[in-house]
């Protein structure tokens, strides 16, 4: 019904920036909330950043004035800027939303397949 498809992981060095972008394509009738969340090895994911359709926002603690998240609603596509990396954020970054399917009712969670952001020291 909805798909996820992320781009703009990679390898960059601690102080660095990435750019990763999530575009939800399908049967949509609403986006609601767009997130990101991430999972590092032998963790638990994790939320990172999240925006409602009306823009409004909600970071975790660790990300705080680093991160910025934002969407383009007429494109379905949710953005994460990340400035100042530090090896910490290494990790497997999803996608995530929680959009209404045209046909149904309540909205439904989705995720993309994850892209490795690697932060070296």
């Known amino acids: 019904q909805v798909q996820l498809v992320e781009s703009g992981g990679g390898l960059v060095q601690a102080g660095g920036s990435l750019r990763l972008s999530c575009a939800a394509s399908g049967r949509i009738f609403r986006i609601n909330t767009m997130g990101w969340y991430r999972q590092a090895p032998g963790k638990q994911r994790e939320l990172v950043a999240r925006i409602t359709s009306g823009g409004t926002t909600t970071y975790a603690d660790s990300v705080k004035g680093r991160f910025t998240i934002s969407r383009d609603n007429a494109k379905n596509t949710v953005y994460l800027q990340m400035n100042s990396l530090k090896p910490e954020d290494t990790a497997v970054y999803y996608c995530?939303?929680?959009?209404?399917?045209?046909?149904?009712?309540?909205?439904?969670?989705?995720w993309g397949q994850g892209t490795q952001v690697t932060v070296s020291s």
């Open positions: 995530n939303c929680n959009a209404v399917p045209i046909a149904y009712i309540t909205g439904q969670e989705y």
